[in-house]
Nanobody, 124 residues
Framework: QVQLVESGGGLVQAGGSLRLSCAAS????????LGWFRQAPGKEREFVAG????????DYAESVKGRFTISRDNVKNTVYLQMNSLKPEDTASYYC?????????????????WGKGTLVTVSS
């Protein structure tokens, strides 16, 4: 069982930066692939960024490549999402999720555990 708690959301102007954190409980944190997803009002939840259990492999949605960076600290049981050059279209609730499979395709339906989300609002 893994419990995930996101933090770091807020209101920021376009072009600004935010750093999201997701703290996890559970002794097997380092064995999970971890992802960030987001959901805007009226839209489906979508993949944003993911990192493998080892931290060696990362993946990003095309819309955030070059602007967002995912990282993890397996000692602190925390995964981060550094978001730079934010745009109004990045406005959404951001969720952290964990996948216990060895390989993941980052489908929301395949994730095993979810946090409750943190709201990011980017003003123009």
């Amino acid at each position: 069982q893994v419990q995930l708690v996101e933090s770091g959301g807020g209101l920021v102007q376009a072009g600004g930066s935010l750093r999201l954190s997701c703290a996890a409980s559970g002794r097997t944190f380092s064995s999970y692939n971890l992802g960030w997803f987001r959901q805007a009002p009226g839209k489906e939840r979508e993949f944003v960024a993911g990192i493998s259990w080892s931290g060696r492999i990362t993946d990003y949605a095309e819309s955030v490549k070059g602007r967002f960076t995912i990282s993890r600290d397996n000692v602190k049981n925390t995964v981060y999402l550094q978001m730079n050059s934010l745009k109004p279209e990045d406005t959404a609730s951001y969720y952290c999720a964990a996948d216990a499979r060895v390989r993941t395709n980052w489908s929301p339906a395949g994730m095993d555990y979810w946090g409750k989300g943190t709201l990011v609002t980017v003003s123009s």
